[in-house]
């Protein structure tokens, strides 16, 4: 009931294109979901989180689509760019708490 | 932004030996900071959640003897890898739960312990 679910574990995508992650979880408790994106050697960098009380949310070329009723939530990164070459993860967690459930990662490679 | 901050980024050190590592939030207080480890190419997995003043929670699994956990105010906590070996090589990372904003919280860069 802890677990986020993170898929695919890899991706490839041509420069331009729409990369999408998806992530599931089973604890309806959990009330926050963040996706980080992290390089190599360096911490994971906090792109964009939202609510369960919206079902979009969209910051530049980054948007969290979150469908609460399939308990699943998703990442698109549009015109994607070699420079978002790197793992993304999806978490989860009850807000109150700050502890967070991760994805098991999603390594994306854009190529140019 | 809110930044943390982790010492030392990279430590090398021989087998039996404990290194300390901190993590520090610069321009906030912290009423919870997290510690993960992460081996290549894997998630970030949840070892301890220290509370300023009180004792860590350990997640299951984690020795709580051999990964000594400090919160001494709300701005410093330390993780001491004690009596360190090779197989505690790993990426070590630490966050900053203000927990003021949600489930809002930020991140070191992390700390390279390689044990030889």
């Known amino acids: 009931q802890q677990q986020v679910k993170q898929s695919p574990q890899s991706l490839i995508v041509q420069k331009g294109g729409i990369s999408i992650i998806n992530c599931a979880y089973e604890n309806t408790a959990f009330d926050y979901f963040p996706w980080y994106q992290q390089f190599p050697g360096k911490g994971p960098a906090l792109l964009i989180a939202i609510r369960p009380d919206v079902s979009e949310k969209k910051e530049g070329r980054f948007t969290i689509s979150f469908n609460k009723s399939a308990k699943q939530f998703s990442l698109h990164i549009m015109d994607s760019q070699p420079g978002d070459s790197a793992t993304y993860f999806c978490a989860a967690s009850m807000g109150n708490t700050g502890k967070l459930i991760f994805g098991q990662g999603t390594t994306l490679q854009v190529k140019p | 932004g809110a930044v943390v901050s982790q010492h030392p980024s990279r430590v090398i050190c021989k087998s039996g030996t404990s290194v300390k590592i901190e993590c520090r939030s610069l321009d906030f207080q912290a009423t919870t900071m997290f510690w993960y480890r992460q081996f290549p190419k894997q998630s970030l997995m949840l070892m301890a959640t220290?509370?300023?003043?009180?004792?860590?929670?350990?997640e299951q699994g984690v020795e709580k003897d051999k990964f000594l956990i400090n919160h001494a105010s709300l701005t410093l906590s330390t993780l001491t890898v004690t009596s360190a070996h090779p197989e505690d090589s790993s990426f070590y990372i630490c966050s900053a739960f203000p927990g003021t904003s949600g489930g809002l919280q930020y991140f070191g860069p992390g700390t390279r312990l390689t044990v030889l």
């Open positions: 220290s509370n300023e003043g009180s004792k860590a929670t350990y």
